[in-house]
């Protein structure tokens, strides 16, 4: 069974820093391109940093460039997404998702699994 579970959100003040934490099970970690998304109250959800399977390749929303920092330890099965200088803007519930193959994309509908969410709040 597929599993990712997230970790490591909650409230922080403007500036502040968090770390998610994405904790993948039931597949070959190194086979699947994983990616963090992102969803506000009205928007639609939005990519946010996206690792390719070679964790080789990155993408960062524009918005988040220079900021937040995905990585991966492949042998705890695990990506990160270290997010620094928090914005209100960064407020959503913060999902992890995961691909296979080498290919990559932003859509959220090129992911066939995904995580409960952690809700990520920063307050001005």
């Known amino acids: 069974e597929v599993q990712l579970v997230e970790s490591g959100g909650g409230l922080v003040q403007v500036g502040g820093s968090l770390r998610l934490s994405c904790a993948a099970s039931g597949f070959v970690f190194d086979d699947y391109s994983m990616g963090w998304f992102r969803q506000a109250p009205g928007k639609r959800r939005e990519a946010v940093s996206i690792?390719?399977?070679?964790?080789?390749?990155?993408y960062y929303e524009p918005s988040v460039k220079g900021r937040f920092t995905i990585s991966s330890d492949s042998a705890k099965h695990t990506v990160y997404l270290q997010m620094n200088s928090l914005k209100p803007a960064d407020t959503a519930v913060y999902y992890c998702a995961a691909r296979r193959g080498i290919d990559w994309f932003t859509e959220s509908n090129k992911y066939a699994y995904w995580g409960q969410g952690t809700v990520v709040t920063v307050s001005s």
């Open positions: 690792l390719s399977n070679r964790r080789d390749d990155i």
